[in-house]
């Protein structure tokens, strides 16, 4: 062992000698002079695009993105080598041509979106038809030229190589070592750069969500070679199975009726109220009617909940998708895709959808959210849902004072919201809106913006001589659930401005609120358990063999994921506290019962008449019922009540939850809604 190592050492030094002695670094330079100002060209060209994109220093100069860059750029451009004489040139420039076309694109949509173009939205041509003449007078504008340059300026270099005759035309075996040495060079720096990747990094490349993020980490362009290979994914899987799906469909829905046919105690209480959803970001049901001593952490939801109808066993059934699956299983009682997320990859499918069927029943309908429209691709999916207007950043006035976590604090996003709400409310008979809130938004770091609110245990403390003290033990404060709930506190006191408002300017008279958790916050389970079993003396968690220490186990974090749902009006005309389990896809079957409208397709249930018989399907295959929460991955569970239960209760929910996931993807992937899917799905492949 000891031989080889000292063996390989001796290698390395002599290459290190050999690079010194015969100069090999400025031979190679020298050789592949048209390779490096090509390299130097592309990478020049992404590095500006960051700069007149998202210009901070850290982000253009990002050492890891250019390196990420350098290696695309010289593992495609290794194959030159394989070309003879000019061939060689001509296939460089052809590769600069398509990078620096990238960074230009790019460049333009970035001034005009304030996000980086999709191939998958090269299927919108109606958009290109609106937009095209805007685009040419508003928006190319000088910065979006100067990527021409560093390919102005390799097309000299190479004339000039070649008026003084440096541009070498090689050997067969010249090329053929040429290529291998520049391809392995291109593959290490890739290697290299991977390995300084972080996992958060990694799952975002993989999600292509927050595009903004992956320009910024990984370069334009393996940016927009992942951006192909997840426009392409969707088409090919819908390429296959198209009939063994439909009749899936088919009979998965056969028995059902086009007509809702029962009625109960909600049936149409609503019809024809104006209706504001508002997605409560990471808004967990663990931190309703909390307090902290004795100060609530939600008092306005604890208020409205206790005004309201309140859905106390709700959970949602995001999967990779987060919001946008829950903005998606909301609105069409659909479950999240298998593959990539609906919003990214079938965003161009046909939707039966709330906003939809309430545009058929004369509502205006409109989607608000204070940050870049192509987060999560909504722009185009919020058009297919049935949206008529989707008010993202474009149309808030966002200066830095106003920013906390990922964008507009959430104050000022219901203040400058409520205008527009009101000019509707002038312009349209009636409305159906949702308004997504950002501030309550994971690392939850923003504290100081969040205002006071103290995570602490006050408490009193027996001491050794037998006298008693009170002390303020640190308890959650520092970690990420204290940060949590501070942040909740904070988007509580947004949403009780935001009622306060919304009452003065009259907007809540005619008016149903509907409020859900849109997920929860992804907390670590060990500060759940710090919570739960918190010794205030220690500052830590209690010894298990403590006769008051609680176990928590993963059952115990599963259900705790749980978020709120409310439906509240103004008059009271709802009340109470729902327990039965429910889910997000719950939601559209019992909101259309309530306010005249019924889809067929809907896989969830309205709660009233499946009550305790409910049960709420996961993308992973978990489900969850009054019973049960059933893990499919470990095959384990965990009883939520005290009854026997029949030998087949967990094989048959076990094969309705996967029937269900099987049908709903299919659904989304074959656009089986759409009556002419056969057609339409070959077309878009
Ligand atoms: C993005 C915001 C957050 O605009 O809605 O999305 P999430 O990270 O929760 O999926
Ligand atoms: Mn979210």
Same mark, same amino acid.
């Given at each position: 062992m000891k031989k080889k190592i000292v063996k390989v050492k001796d290698k390395l030094l002599n290459f290190i000698k050999r690079i010194k002695n015969e100069k090999l670094i400025s031979k190679s330079i020298k050789e592949n002079r048209l390779f490096i100002v090509y390299v130097i060209a592309c990478v020049l060209n992404s590095t500006l695009l960051r700069f007149f994109?998202?210009?901070?220093?850290?982000?253009?100069?990002?050492?890891?993105? @250019?390196?990420?860059?350098?290696?695309?750029? =010289?593992?495609?451009?290794?194959?030159?080598?394989?070309?003879?004489?000019?061939? &060689?040139?001509?296939?460089?420039?052809?590769?600069?041509?398509?990078?620096? #076309?990238?960074? =230009?694109?790019?460049?333009?949509?970035?001034?005009?979106?304030?996000?980086?173009?999709?191939?998958?939205?090269?299927?919108? =041509?109606?958009?290109?038809? /609106? #937009?095209?003449?805007?685009?040419?007078?508003?928006? @190319?504008?000088?910065?979006?030229?100067?990527?021409?340059f560093p390919l102005v300026f390799f097309i000299y270099y190479y004339h000039r190589l070649v008026k003084n005759n440096k541009y070498k035309k090689y050997s067969k075996t010249i090329r053929l070592k040429k290529f291998k040495n520049s391809i392995i060079t291109g593959t290490i720096i890739l290697i290299v750069f991977m390995v300084m990747l972080s996992s958060l990094e990694i799952s975002r490349f993989v999600k292509q969500w927050n595009r903004e993020y992956i320009v910024m980490k990984f370069g334009i362009y393996?940016?927009?070679?992942?951006?192909?290979?997840?426009?392409?994914?969707? %088409?090919?899987?819908?390429?296959?199975?198209y009939d063994d799906a439909k009749k899936e469909f088919n009979e998965y829905y056969k028995d059902r009726n086009e007509e809702q046919d029962y009625n109960n105690e909600y049936t149409n209480i609503f019809e024809g109220r104006n209706v504001i959803v508002i997605h409560a970001e990471s808004m967990q049901d663990i931190a309703l009617n909390r307090t902290f001593n004795g100060e609530e952490v939600t008092p306005n939801l604890n208020k409205l909940i206790k005004e309201g109808l309140y859905f106390s066993n709700f959970y949602s059934q995001v999967s990779v998708g987060t919001s946008s699956d829950t903005e998606l299983t909301f609105n069409t009682s659909l479950m999240p895709t298998q593959n990539g997320t609906a919003f990214v990859s079938y965003f161009d499918r046909t939707y039966i959808a709330t906003p939809s069927l309430m545009k058929e029943k004369g509502y205006y309908t409109f989607s608000m959210h204070a940050n870049n429209a192509d987060f999560w691709n909504r722009r185009a999916m919020h058009e297919s849902l049935g949206y008529d207007k989707f008010y993202s950043k474009e149309n808030y006035d966002v200066i830095d004072e106003n920013i906390i976590g990922l964008g507009l604090s959430d104050k000022e996003f219901f203040a400058q919201s409520i205008e527009k709400i009101k000019k509707i409310s002038q312009e349209h008979e009636k409305f159906y809106g949702l308004l997504i809130t950002l501030t309550n938004h994971t690392p939850f770091s923003d504290t100081e913006k969040y205002g006071d609110f103290a995570v602490t245990m006050k408490t009193t403390i027996t001491n050794e001589d037998g006298t008693t003290s009170e002390i303020e033990a640190p308890y959650l404060e520092g970690t990420k659930l204290g940060n949590y709930f501070k942040s909740v506190h904070y988007a509580d006191e947004a949403l009780g401005e935001f009622f306060t408002k919304m009452n003065e300017e009259g907007l809540l008279d005619n008016t149903v609120v509907i409020l859900y958790g849109d997920h929860d916050a992804r907390l670590p389970k060990n500060e759940y358990n710090l *919570?739960?079993?918190?010794?205030?003396? =220690?500052?830590?968690? %209690?010894?298990?063999?403590?006769?008051?220490? $609680?176990?928590?186990?993963?059952?115990?974090? $599963?259900?705790? &994921?749980?978020?709120?749902?409310? @439906?509240?009006?103004?008059?009271? %005309?709802?009340?109470?506290?729902?327990?039965?389990? *429910?889910?997000?896809?719950?939601?559209?079957?019992?909101?259309?019962?309530?306010?005249?409208?019924?889809? %067929?397709?809907?896989?969830?249930?309205?709660?009233? /008449?499946?009550? /305790?018989?409910? @049960?709420?399907?996961?993308?992973?295959?978990?489900?969850?019922?009054?019973? *049960?929460?059933?893990?499919?991955?470990?095959g384990e569970y965990k009883l939520l009540k005290d009854e026997i239960i029949e030998d087949d209760y967990i094989s048959k929910n076990n094969e309705y939850t996967e029937k269900l996931l099987d049908v709903s993807n299919k659904a989304i992937v074959f656009d089986l809604f759409n009556p002419n899917s056969e057609e339409t799905v070959s077309k878009k492949n």
């Open positions: 994109t998202i210009p901070t220093l850290e982000n253009y100069l990002s050492f890891k993105t @250019i390196i990420a860059d350098i290696a695309v750029v =010289t593992i495609i451009g290794s194959f030159s080598y394989l070309f003879k004489g000019k061939k &060689r040139y001509i296939y460089l420039l052809i590769w600069a041509t398509i990078f620096t #076309v990238i960074c =230009t694109i790019n460049s333009a949509y970035y001034t005009f979106y304030t996000s980086f173009a999709s191939v998958s939205m090269l299927s919108l =041509t109606q958009y290109i038809g /609106e #937009v095209g003449d805007a685009v040419v007078e508003n928006v @190319i504008q000088i910065k979006d030229l100067v990527y021409i393996l940016y927009q070679g992942n951006d192909i290979v997840a426009s392409i994914q969707p %088409k090919i899987s819908a390429m296959f199975g *919570m739960n079993n918190y010794d205030p003396v =220690t500052d830590d968690i %209690k010894d298990k063999d403590d006769p008051t220490y $609680e176990e928590y186990d993963s059952f115990d974090y $599963e259900l705790d &994921r749980k978020v709120p749902l409310l @439906i509240w009006t103004k008059d009271g %005309k709802v009340k109470g506290e729902v327990n039965y389990t *429910m889910g997000m896809y719950d939601v559209m079957p019992t909101i259309g019962n309530m306010l005249g409208f019924y889809n %067929k397709y809907a896989l969830g249930h309205d709660i009233f /008449e499946t009550k /305790e018989n409910n @049960i709420v399907v996961f993308p992973n295959g978990n489900w969850i019922t009054d019973k *049960m929460y059933y893990n499919s991955q470990k």
